[in-house]
């Protein structure tokens, strides 16, 4: 099934930029919303916002795209898109919790409780860093009802930092050359 959606997603991956390169004028709204897309659930796992975001980065480094306006939507999405995937686990924990899904898997939920109480908020920033979890360990960190000012410091800074290591690479390759 992933496979048949491969091209699509190369192509509307190479109309993105492209259309970034073009208008770099609407390169901060695009990368806003790519970033907001890519930090909620599910919705993250049929974007290719990690290439797309690198490739932004290349792209300021390639032209004469400011960074910083382009840093900043990025993280603006990445924390807003987070800040809703806890709300939505905080509002709806309890239906989620009592889902056939999770009553059927007892040993994931224990493990992950576990994991949230050792590590509390570095669990929000060390999964911003680490793809499969990014999008959903908001998600779970409202479910277990995760204090929200621990959950919006450690969001607020991880988002600001995970784009500097997205952006950075291109941007440094291109401004080294």
Known sequence: M?????????DMSSSILALGA??????ACISFVLALLK???FVALVIPGTALLLSIGALLGAGDIPFIPIWLAISLGAGLG??????????YGPV??????IQCRQALYVRTKRFFDRWDWASIVLCRFFGPLRATVPLVAGIFKMPQQRFHVANWLSAFLWTCTLLLPGWAGFKLL
Not at 2 to 10: I, R, T, V
Not at 22 to 27: A, C, D, G
């Open 82 to 91: 987070d800040w809703i995937s806890y709300s939505l686990g905080h509002r």
């Open 22 to 27: 073009k208008h770099s004028n609407w390169l």
């Open 2 to 10: 992933f496979a048949s959606l491969l091209p699509l997603l190369q």
């Open 39 to 41: 930090s909620l659930p």
């Open 96 to 101: 989620i919790l009592n889902s056939r899904w």
